[in-house]
């Protein structure tokens, strides 16, 4: 199938971070875009709803059309299960590790530029650094294994494409993420929560020293996100892996806090017993190390925490 040349394909785009970078790439004027999903939630199908993109392709008739299509600069791939908390090894091998691989491959062949969504699940426990520079990881859960598979994939690989990104991702919030359900970030469910019952709720500390709602993630903020996408679009002559993050952990009573003060309401937080099943399993601690990504000379300040929900909030959230 012969294709005009310069398309950009986002998979994941009715999707959380997906459905922003298409938004953000219309705003650039760009709409010779072929937009990649699996519509299996109504609430999704509504963010596809005022974007415009040429042609919108299922996730598995993707992959089949794929081989005859041309003329593609760049693949952003960002579709993925994200849940942490399905058991299933085999499919998250073929829908996460292996459908990237058929992605990576075809820019290999063609000599489209790839830009891949990883994950901060990738690093585990933290006990082993946060550096995207390291390797060998021992993620804690399925997710974030199928993620780690395919970074190693990609840096053992010996054919790259030109330009090859993989961008491991923090806790990310912002629009459009409201369909994820429980694993929406928690300034999404909290808000829902505040709405609904005037109060939130947060994990009781289940580890010695560490106060309730102690428990620190590096959240950073989905505007900063596709900044650094639009980055490596704009400069093809970088690759590797970096990390996606604030370079700032900062604990969940901060955010309890943050996201009262952007509703003005004073803090009504109730804590509850971490249930035992997740415990061994839980990041209790992440903070991106950004030092590559500054190196390739990514100089944007990254929102605080505050200001960062406080535009979730009343821009989105609260209209």
């Known amino acids: 199938m012969s294709e005009q040349s310069n398309k950009i394909v986002v998979t994941g785009a009715a999707g959380f971070i997906g459905s922003n970078l298409v938004q953000a790439l219309n705003l650039r004027g760009l709409q010779s875009l072929y937009v990649v999903d699996q519509l299996d939630y109504e609430r999704k199908k509504t963010h596809l709803q005022n974007l415009k993109y040429e042609r919108y392709f299922g996730k598995n008739e993707f992959l089949t059309i794929l081989p005859e299509l041309t003329g593609i600069e760049t693949i952003i791939h960002l579709g993925a299960c994200t849940d942490t908390t399905v058991q299933d090894e085999q499919y998250f091998r073929e829908n996460n590790t292996q459908y990237s691989k058929v992605l990576f491959d075809y820019c290999v062949r063609a000599g489209s530029r790839f830009i891949y969504g990883s994950s901060a699940a ?124 604030t370079g700032k952990a900062r604990s969940f009573l901060d955010l309890g806090k943050a996201l009262f003060a952007s509703l003005n309401r004073e803090p009504n937080l109730e804590f509850f017993e971490m249930p035992r099943e997740i415990r061994q399993k839980y990041q209790y601690f992440t903070q991106a190390d950004v030092s590559s990504l500054r190196r390739a000379g990514y100089s944007e300040a990254f929102f605080e925490l505050e200001d960062g929900i406080n535009d979730y909030v009343k821009n989105y959230l609260n209209v």
């Open 122 to 245: 990738t690093y585990g426990d933290g006990s082993q650094g946060f550096s995207d520079q390291a390797r060998r990881f021992t993620p804690l859960n399925l997710y974030g294994y199928s993620k780690y598979w395919f970074d190693e994939m990609v840096l053992d690989s010996r054919q790259k494409p030109g330009q090859w990104v993989g961008l491991k991702f923090f806790n990310v919030y912002g629009p459009n993420e409201g369909h994820k359900g429980k694993m929406a970030s928690l300034i999404c469910q909290g808000y829902e929560q505040i709405k609904q019952t005037g109060k939130m709720r947060l994990f009781k500390s289940s580890q010695p020293g560490l106060a309730d709602g102690g428990e620190k993630r590096d959240f950073v903020y989905a505007k900063d996100v596709l900044k650094v996408i639009m980055f490596f679009l704009d400069n093809p002559q970088h690759s590797g892996i970096f990390n996606v993050g």
